[in-house]
């Protein structure tokens, strides 16, 4: 009786070799290949930039050192240059375009997801996305022309209203930080409308029929319920669209005033980051003045990016908690 013999089995470099070549058959090892080389070039752009910036602000760096964030001078005829006066303007119309979309984007987009109709829904929606795709130069033309004189008409009740406050305070010429800011309010509304309406629609739905079993109301169950769910989600996009109003350009230089002092009031003129890149940077002279430049691109670069990763960690946490 010929005994049987057992089988050999394949060498580990045949099998590796077998499954490299039924890899690329099968299209995983390209899309592989492919797909990661996308991913790095958006990591090595980004990672360029952040060196560009910074190699070429070198001069400043090593003249001003930190002194350059908390200087108020910007003096290109005595090379004098600080960057308090434009992040001032930075920081406050982005906070005050925060401060007048937050409820209404909020609002707006509660409405959409949980209280209007499916085809209102969805006819509203498109139109806030078509706004979000409008050039920020039509925005800067829009304030220009019915902006600013729609706020010297309405300056009198804001300052019979609100003006014990110092912000409301000083004289008005239109082209100012107030009007700068609603500008900008304007512009990142659809951010914060489209975002949290996605975000409050990936609620589960068994949340909001929990409430209204429970005898919930559906605007309590809307509001004690699915806008808490979503709260993280809510804040991701209020940061994205903070990150938006610190990196705008176009809108604000056309209306903020060009200023670079630093007041109190909003009604008086400012400047911001962007603003003074864009009117100044093509007229430098000098290694030091384009250098200052240069490094406030990179401070405003630098907060761009801190605040839309977290941004995007809280959308994609939200997102993870709306799939469990």
Known sequence: MATPVAELPAAPSVRRAGSFFW?????????????????????????????????????????????????R??????????????????????????VIAVPLGVGAAIFLSELAPPRVSDTLTFLVELLAAVP???????????LVPFLKQIEPVLRSVLGWLPTFQGPFYGFSLFAAGVILAIMVLPFIISISREVL????????????????????STWQVVVPFARKGITGSIFLALARALGETMAVTMVIGNDPKISASLFAPGYSIAAIIAN????????????????????????????????????????RRGET
Request: glycine residues 8%.
């Open 23 to 71: 890899g690329l058959h099968g299209g995983d090892k390209p899309a592989f290949l492919i797909t990661i080389s996308c991913a790095a070039a958006i990591v090595l752009v980004t990672c360029l930039l952040v060196y560009e910036l910074f190699v070429n602000s070198a001069v400043s760096r090593h003249k001003f050192g930190w002194d350059f964030l908390f200087s």
């Open 73 to 98: 001078v910007w003096d290109p005829v005595a090379g004098q240059f600080g960057a308090l006066p434009f992040v001032y303007g930075t920081v406050v119309t982005s906070a005050l375009a925060l």
């Open 201 to 220: 629609l990936a609620v589960p739905t068994d949340q909001r029929e929990a409430a209204l079993a429970l005898g919930a109301t559906k605007w309590e």
């Open 136 to 146: 920020s130069v039509i925005f800067g033309l829009l304030a220009v022309f019915v």
């Open 280 to 319: 100044e940077f093509t007229e430098a002279t000098g290694d030091l003045y384009t250098s200052s430049l240069i490094e406030l691109g990179l401070v405003l670069f630098a907060l761009t990016i801190l605040i839309n990763g977290i941004a995007r960690l809280l959308i994609l946490t939200t997102t």
